[in-house]
Nanobody
Framework: VQLMESGGGLVQPGGSLRLSCLASGFRFSINAMTWVRQAPGKALEWISDITSGGTALYADFVKGRFTISRDNAKNTVYLQLNSLKTEDTAMYYC????????RGQGTQVTVSS
């Protein structure tokens, strides 16, 4: 079972990024997936879930800025980040649950001018 995140980088406030998470080793299409993040010195924070059928849930702080999606044919879940703020700077992980279970190595998102 493996999750591999990519797509992070350095972006200015107000910018956008699209994160990807490639899954392998399990039946991706029947599993819900989750994105979480962790800023330096802070606890792991839940961002969003997507069910196997594509229903999405978001944490309140997202406020319409992020969009989760999935492509079952590609075993990939995405997180579109828009209107990024400096406080969004963190390591972003996809995972099997909101506690970050089974998460990959993460992809760093840095929002700075």
């Amino acid at each position: 079972v493996q999750l591999m995140e990519s797509g992070g980088g350095l972006v200015q406030p107000g910018g956008s990024l699209r994160l990807s998470c490639l899954a392998s080793g399990f039946r991706f299409s029947i599993n819900a997936m989750t994105w979480v993040r962790q800023a330096p010195g802070k606890a792991l924070e839940w961002i969003s879930d997507i069910t196997s059928g594509g229903t999405a849930l978001y944490a309140d702080f997202v406020k319409g800025r992020f969009t989760i999606s999935r492509d079952n044919a590609k075993n990939t879940v995405y997180l579109q980040l828009n209107s990024l703020k400096t406080e969004d700077t963190a390591m972003y992980y996809c995972a099997h649950n909101r506690m970050g279970g089974g998460r990959g190595q993460g992809t760093q998102v840095t929002v700075s001018s």
